[in-house]
């Protein structure tokens, strides 16, 4: 994990194909060099979210998304319903004063029950879910729980729904960031899925530097951004805002001819 901010840096160099363009035919285009290299950013940013976990925008990476969480939060805390299986197969007498215990509400006997059983989940507390539990067992590359044991069982299934739909809700924070940072250059944000923009609070930002070399740097404040995140999903996303920035750029000037050679043709008529 990096000790600071992630950054990147879109500029236009004189050398490239973009701004030999700009320069051949300034009054057709009619973009200022400062304006291009805000769109490359912008484009930039959203491609860095679009390569942020989970990958894409469509409405399957959400549910992949939201699915993760779902099997993480699950593999942290147990229902009493699983404890009871476990127990059921080794000590069913214990299981049966462990189960009739849930049933009556009377959490603490469950808890000694479960505790003088010979179940591998023996030393498990059992009570209200603990969300503490949830972010210490997040110790996985992406941030994940790699847990073979869950930390708790917990005594009512409906707050681990509740708790599993509340976190849910942040599916898509990370790539929040880079659409932050991309809202914070200025110009409208294309391309981007209302689950990634609703993250208003997410820690993305940009600085924008004016002038003969105009530039944009977009910071990423988000400390775990490098765990949903590839070096191959970077590379990507630079290459890809690049070739739209050329295809927009060479676009416009075919139209241009078009209407130019139209009007010429209409004249000669």
Same mark, same amino acid.
């Given at each position: 994990?990096?000790?600071?901010?992630?950054?990147?840096?879109?500029?236009? =160099?004189?050398?490239?194909?973009?701004?030999?363009?700009?320069?051949?035919?300034?009054?057709?285009?009619?973009?200022?060099?400062?304006?291009?290299?805000?769109?490359?950013?912008?484009?930039?940013?959203?491609?860095?979210?679009?390569? $942020?976990?989970?990958?894409?925008?469509?409405?399957?990476?959400?549910?992949?998304?939201?699915?993760?969480?779902?099997?993480?939060?699950?593999?942290?805390?147990?229902?009493?319903?699983?404890?009871?299986?476990?127990?059921?197969?080794?000590?069913?007498?214990?299981?049966?004063?462990?189960?009739?215990?849930?049933?009556?509400?009377?959490?603490?006997?469950?808890?000694?029950?479960? *505790?003088?059983?010979?179940?591998?989940? *023996?030393?498990?507390?059992?009570?209200?879910?603990?969300?503490?539990?949830?972010?210490?067992?997040?110790?996985?590359?992406?941030?994940?729980?790699?847990?073979?044991?869950?930390?708790?069982?917990?005594?009512?299934?409906?707050?681990?729904?509740?708790?599993?739909?509340?976190?849910?809700?942040?599916?898509?924070?990370? =790539?929040? +960031?880079?659409?932050?940072?991309?809202?914070?250059?200025?110009?409208?944000?294309?391309?981007?899925?209302?689950?990634?923009?609703?993250?208003?609070?997410?820690?993305? $930002?940009?600085?924008?530097?004016?002038?003969?070399?105009?530039?944009?740097?977009?910071?990423?404040?988000?400390?775990?951004?490098?765990?949903?995140?590839?070096?191959?999903?970077?590379?990507?996303?630079?290459?890809?805002?690049?070739?739209?920035?050329?295809?927009?750029?060479? +676009?416009?000037?075919?139209?241009?001819?078009? *209407?130019?050679?139209?009007?010429?043709?209409?004249?000669?008529?």
């Amino acid at each position: 994990m990096s000790d600071g901010p992630i950054r990147f840096t879109a500029k236009m =160099k004189g050398g490239s194909d973009v701004v030999r363009l700009l320069r051949r035919y300034p009054q057709k285009v009619g973009r200022t060099l400062e304006s291009l290299v805000k769109q490359e950013a912008r484009g930039l940013a959203v491609e860095l979210a679009r390569n $942020t976990r989970p990958f894409g925008f469509s409405d399957k990476a959400k549910k992949r998304g939201e699915g993760a969480v779902a099997g993480d939060i699950n593999r942290v805390f147990a229902l009493p319903s699983d404890a009871y299986e476990k127990m059921r197969l080794l000590d069913p007498g214990t299981a049966d004063r462990f189960w009739a215990n849930i049933q009556n509400r009377r959490f603490a006997k469950a808890g000694q029950s479960l *505790k003088s059983s010979n179940s591998p989940w *023996k030393s498990l507390p059992v009570g209200r879910l603990d969300p503490k539990l949830h972010q210490q067992s997040r110790t996985g590359r992406n941030g994940n729980v790699k847990r073979k044991v869950p930390a708790q069982i917990v005594t009512s299934p409906k707050a681990r729904d509740s708790y599993i739909a509340r976190i849910q809700k942040r599916v898509g924070f990370a =790539k929040g +960031t880079w659409i932050n940072a991309a809202k914070a250059i200025g110009g409208r944000v294309r391309g981007a899925a209302q689950w990634v923009t609703r993250h208003k609070q997410a820690p993305g $930002t940009a600085t924008v530097t004016t002038g003969v070399n105009p530039s944009v740097t977009l910071v990423n404040n988000l400390d775990y951004i490098e765990q949903v995140t590839t070096a191959k999903g970077i590379e990507l996303a630079l290459q890809v805002a690049a070739g739209r920035l050329r295809k927009a750029l060479a +676009t416009s000037l075919q139209k241009i001819a078009e *209407k130019t050679n139209n009007a010429l043709r209409r004249r000669a008529s």
